[in-house]
């Protein structure tokens, strides 16, 4: 990765020798907040908390940084994260102080049309919001959260465009930032992705292929409909390494494949924009990686049998347990300037479980908002959103820099 850096690097100071104006930026966030979460004392999958170890309670101060500098041909972006976590647990409590870069990038333009970048990039695309099927890599996008901070993927990457209304991108991905090689299934990756953008609509294709992963293929479109509504879909086609199995038959134990069979996982939404700036989301997504309902009952079974057993099941689970689940979205209009609201609505169709959340932040000052979000799951322990707490908490303020 580091070659791919200097070369980059070389190829900015050769075609800048004569340019001498570069446009600098830089603007940041100071975070400080408290979590408070409420573990289920009868959870199957991590009884008495003796196996996740779930921190009751988080302290954190944290600063976001945005950086920039750039000139005609090249472009120099940077988020740096500084960090402390203090985490209360049920076997003690451990204090974290760290710094990273989320994100990074290096983009020269080669030639009209044609960018070469290196850097740490977040990959990800489409208008969904409950989870991503087209992307390979960030399948939990993190659009659920506003208070997480996604973490890119080491790249380097050549993105051709020809007009404005399409690109084509050829990426090498060496592994997921700050994640170990020998755990991260998509190092070593060639990404190829074409996007087509029109008169109110976008199209983007995916192809991926991994050292120890099957190829990966998705898509993602959207179409505005009119003023107020657009529809858009996802879809993919993957084969999840280190696959859980849980037949029905709870008489049967848990297997483990190298690679689950290739699947399919949809996501079908539609956004409507209200008169007053306010829209409502609705999405369906069907991901035959999970379990049946009868499955998924069968898994629980198993994990409450014994202690081990629970920890394989928490630990080697998919990455949603069901198959069918609803999404819903109400959120306050994006430009207003003295706060911004959402409230979220998640309905797992194979279990039956539901979760809640409700997210809000208000402007206290000119540079000083507070902020709150509230997740509270509703059902049993041998259901999937209720399986390990029942509400989490978090409230703080954030200060604006710069």
């Not at 850096?5 to 907040?33: H, I, K, P, Q, R």
């Not at 029905?248 to 297997?255: E, L, N």
């Amino acid at each position: 990765m580091k070659l791919y850096v200097v070369l980059l690097v070389t190829l900015a100071t050769a075609a800048n020798a004569e340019e001498s104006a570069w446009d600098t930026s830089w603007d940041g966030t100071l975070y400080g907040y408290l979590n408070g979460m409420t573990l289920r004392a009868d959870s199957v999958l991590n009884p008495a908390n003796q196996i996740a170890n779930l921190a009751q309670r988080t302290d954190v101060g944290e600063v976001r940084m945005n950086i920039k500098a750039e000139s005609d041909d090249v472009r120099f972006t940077a988020r740096p994260i500084l960090a402390t976590r203090n985490q209360h647990q049920t076997l003690g409590s451990t204090q974290k102080s760290e710094g990273y870069l989320s994100q990074w990038q290096v983009r020269v333009r080669a030639a009209e049309g044609l960018n070469v970048a290196a850097g740490r990039e977040v990959l990800n695309w489409g208008a969904a919001q409950f989870r991503s099927p087209s992307s390979p890599f960030y399948f939990d996008n993190g659009r659920r959260d506003p208070m997480r901070e996604l973490i890119g993927m080491d790249t380097v990457k050549m993105t051709w465009t020809p007009d404005m209304q399409s690109s084509f991108t050829l990426a090498r991905i060496f592994g997921a930032g700050r994640v170990a090689a020998t755990s991260d299934a998509w190092r070593n990756t060639w990404l190829l992705k074409a996007d087509q953008r029109g008169d109110g609509y976008a199209l983007g294709f995916v192809a991926a292929k991994a050292t120890l992963n099957a190829a990966f293929y998705g898509a993602h479109g959207q179409v505005s409909i009119d003023d107020e509504t657009m529809l858009y879909a996802e879809i993919s086609s993957s084969e999840q390494l280190t696959a859980l199995q849980s037949s029905a038959d709870v008489a049967q134990p848990f297997s483990v494949l190298g690679a689950s069979p290739r699947r399919n996982t949809v996501l079908l939404g539609s956004t409507y924009t209200l008169p007053d700036g306010q829209s409502l989301t609705a999405e369906y997504l069907r991901d035959n990686n999970g379990y049946t309902t009868a499955q998924e009952a069968a898994y629980f079974s198993r994990a409450a049998s014994s202690t081990l057993l629970a920890g394989q099941a928490l630990g080697m689970a998919p990455r949603l347990l069901g198959r069918d689940y609803v999404h819903l979205v109400w959120q306050s209009n994006l430009m207003e300037s003295e706060g911004y609201w959402r409230m979220m609505y998640t309905r797992s169709l194979t279990d039956g479980g539901h979760e809640i959340g409700a997210y809000g932040e208000t402007t206290l000052s000119e540079r000083i908002s507070g902020f709150a979000t509230v997740v509270v799951s509703s059902g049993k322990s041998s259901q999937e959103f209720s399986s390990l707490f029942s509400r989490s908490i978090t409230a703080g303020l954030k200060v604006a820099l710069h």
